[in-house]
């Protein structure tokens, strides 16, 4: 029964995108951005849906179980992060995106003012495939360890079937069929997740209170905040804070907002947003806590199981099916994004010159998917440090240059990219020195690059001045 069940969900999402061929149109405008006509509620359910991956599922509630309560802060704070980007980045880059006719991320970048940066684009191009490849491997990796704890299966064939979905309906509608695909797999993800809360919330609560019970797991594991004074507090809470305010340097949740139908709609794709991302972010906290009370051992299996060992343990076999295919529909919502605007930077972004028509994109598309596939099957790693790497490399590049391109700032194709360098390099050396369990590494990378851009302007500003 929990396999007909996860196949039938497959099944609907997969006919879902394919009936996105219906409304195609075979130009790269409608395959890269939906021909920008999106309307608010699917463009931000889409949105939410690809920003919450498998990482929610998988990664996020594992380290819920083995941290406890301060795990809060990465909700609060990435939520918090994420909002601030939207309101001071995304209105003038869903302008710039349609006034430049721009398909692709490092598009949006480079022809930002007009100056058409040709080495800007091709660098962005490079960093988008090399760290979205990564991040789309991940995606597939946590489908197949929840497929290997439920049915025992083989650790590649949950990234067999995830890579084999996200081809056929990526390559059939483009992101558009990743849009539609994302608002059905949105709800199958918000339900999935609040029917498992339920349920471990009436199971725990049925022999103790489940506060008392928390707390006696550990002294710290109901704290607030981890043992490290105030000022580790706050580098905790900054670094999440951080984290979300690189969602602007996410060229697939970019994307979402550059296909949105009108810059008026902002305001309600908004609401749809962050309502959503609520729910889901604090119901998956409540099951990675429930899922210590209820799965005691921990130390005795890695986990990013936490879920789908629940999930086994609480709900009778077509729940277990719909778990499954929640997790699932968290993995393609974002695997799918990953690799289109991988496709994306690889036609428009590495060849700009050529510019390679509709069917050499969709030709990327199958070759990004079986790249994605190779570095899934190559190793077990965690899903929770795997896509931290990707979304902070990917922050750290872009997120300063393009605050400062939304507050009408030109720097120079140079200083852009002494920016973008100066984040990567940071964020690699913050996390090999070991010193990212004091603060996640992003933030003082995204105040490094912000730094050589400010230090850029106001050299700029002050040479204006003179006379």
């Given amino acids: 029964m929990a396999v007909t069940s ?56 594992g380290m819920t179980y083995s941290t406890g309560l301060s795990s809060v802060w990465l909700m609060i704070g990435w939520i918090a992060g994420d909002l601030m980007a939207s309101l001071t980045i995304m209105k ?34 490079v960093l988008t495939i090399l760290f979205l490849g990564a991040y789309a491997a991940a995606q597939l990796t946590a489908g197949s360890k929840a497929l290997s704890v439920l049915f025992d299966w083989p650790l590649s064939t949950g990234a067999l079937i995830g890579g084999g ?38 199971t725990a609560g049925a022999d103790a209170s489940i506060p008392d019970a928390l707390a006696s797991v550990s002294p710290t594991y109901m704290q607030w905040f981890p043992g490290q004074g105030w000022s580790g507090a706050l580098l905790f ?3 999440w804070i ?30 749809y947003y962050y309502t959503w991302f609520t729910l889901f972010y604090a119901a998956t906290i409540a ?53 289109l605007s991988c496709a994306a930077s690889f036609t428009r972004d590495l060849l700009p010159a050529h510019k390679p028509g509709y069917a050499a994109t969709k030709l990327a598309t199958v070759a990004v998917v079986i790249v994605a596939l190779l570095l899934s099957l190559s190793g077990n790693q965690s899903v929770f440090a ?53 603060v996640y590494e992003l933030l003082q990378a995204l105040l490094l690059a912000f730094s050589v851009l400010v230090i850029d302007h106001r050299s700029a500003t002050v040479s204006c001045r003179e006379p």
């Fill in 6 to 61: 996860f196949i039938a969900f497959m099944l609907i999402f997969a006919l879902i995108g394919v009936a996105s061929m219906l409304r195609r149109q075979a130009t790269t405008t409608d395959y890269l951005v939906a021909g920008r006509s999106v309307p608010a509620w699917l463009a931000g359910l889409s949105a939410v849906a690809t920003n919450n991956s498998g990482y929610m599922f998988i990664g996020m509630i």
């Fill in 92 to 125: 003038p880059l869903r302008q710039v995106s349609e006034m430049r006719n721009v398909h692709s991320f490092g598009g949006l970048l480079a022809d930002w003012h007009g100056h058409g940066f040709i080495h800007l684009r091709r660098i962005t191009g």
């Fill in 165 to 202: 979905l996200v081809l056929l309906y990526s390559y059939s509608g483009g992101i558009r069929a990743s849009i539609w695909t994302d608002a059905a797999q949105s709800f199958v993800m918000l339900g999935s997740m609040l029917i498992l809360m339920m349920a471990a919330v009436q």
């Fill in 237 to 239: 809470v900054g670094g």
């Fill in 242 to 271: 951080a984290a979300g305010f690189g969602v602007a340097g996410q060229p697939h949740i970019v994307i979402r907002y550059m296909a949105l139908d009108r810059v008026e709609n902002l305001g309600r794709f908004r609401i």
């Fill in 287 to 339: 099951v990675g806590l429930m899922a210590r009370l209820l799965l005691p051992d921990a130390g005795s299996f890695d986990a990013e199981l936490a879920l789908p060992l629940l999930s086994q343990q609480l709900l009778p076999a077509p729940l277990v099916g719909l778990m499954l295919a929640g997790l699932f529909a968290a993995t393609m919502s974002t695997a799918d994004s990953l690799i």
């Fill in 386 to 438: 795997l896509v931290l790497i990707a979304w902070g490399l990917l922050a750290a590049a872009f997120a300063p240059l393009l605050l400062v391109l939304a507050l009408g700032w030109q720097p120079s194709e140079r200083v852009a990219l002494l920016a973008m360098g100066s984040g990567v390099v940071t964020l690699l050396l913050w996390r090999w020195s070991g010193l990212g369990s004091v």
